[in-house]
């Protein structure tokens, strides 16, 4: 297990929750040169770069963990928000990290157990020489725009009364571009033009890559696909739905949307 020389920032979860000091002005990261220091021994510590002059570690915790006192665990969800931009940035790095390492002990060929690999982040069998790096998967999400209505959606899982913009995973064999408009085909029906990249975001929930676009209607009636979406609809600019969350690019792609039509 990796230990720093000094104090460092330790992001250590159980499961998908992250353990943070609970402060009333938010919440605050573990800060010691090793995690026991602070009562709770992790199963591992994985060094995944600095956070101003200090070294920053994600940590997997054993079944079982109770946060000692002052402490708490806490979804990636409940703390965006209560710490800094840069802080909830690693911590999402962390936990992909964390959920490969957990995930990839043996290998995928010859079942041997892996090892970590002293110079990069990644698991080696010892065995068949297999390297087995983190995963990414990667995802569209698109913003349908036909003047000043966008075409939004509502998947199953979301609270009532939520709406967003249309997303889905890239499959083999396509570019991000076919991926935008087979998802859009599958998931709501109508036909796209013009389609034109955004931006990306890191999504760790619990492994995407979240590469936005925003693509103009050019027809066709909104048809759902039931399994997956449970309502969609055209919604204007000034009778928009509850809206995802501002960390999410699905909300920075509304946002947009909204100040291009009002900056007219």
Not at 98 to 125: L, N, Q, Y
Not at 137 to 147: E, K, M, W, Y
Not at 242 to 262: E, G, K, N, Y
Request: net charge negative; aromatic share 10%; with cysteine.
């Amino acid at each position: 297990m990796s230990q720093s020389e000094g104090p460092a920032w330790w992001f250590a979860f159980l499961g998908s929750e992250l353990l943070v000091h609970v402060e009333d002005a938010g919440v605050g990261i573990p800060t010691a040169a090793d995690l026991e220091a602070v009562g709770v021994p992790p199963l591992t510590g994985l060094e995944i770069g600095r956070l101003g002059d200090r070294l920053c570690y994600a940590a997997e915790l054993p079944a079982g963990t109770v946060p000692p006192a002052g402490m708490a665990l806490l979804g990636l969800r409940a703390v965006y928000g209560k710490v800094d931009p840069e802080t909830y940035r690693l911590a999402g790095r962390a936990v992909q990290i964390v959920e490969w390492d957990r995930t990839h002990r043996f290998c995928g060929h010859c079942g041997t157990p892996t090892a970590m690999k002293s110079d990069e982040i990644a698991r080696v069998c010892p065995n068949c020489g297999a390297l087995f790096f983190p995963r990414i998967s990667p995802a569209i999400i698109v913003l349908i725009q036909d003047g000043d209505r966008a075409l939004l959606a509502r998947s199953h899982r979301f609270p009532p009364g939520r709406y967003s913009t249309v997303a889905g995973f890239v499959e083999p064999g396509e570019t991000l571009e076919e991926t935008v408009v087979r998802e859009v085909s599958e998931e709501v029906g109508v036909q796209i033009r013009n389609i034109r990249y955004f931006g990306s975001q890191p999504w760790p929930f619990p492994h995407s890559l979240m590469i936005g676009f925003t693509a103009e209607y050019a027809g066709g009636e909104i048809r759902i696909q039931e399994a997956e979406i449970a309502d969609a609809r055209w919604f204007r600019v000034d009778e928009l739905p509850d809206l995802p969350p501002r960390m999410s690019i699905a909300r920075q792609l509304i946002d947009w949307f909204v100040h291009s039509c009002t900056e007219k």
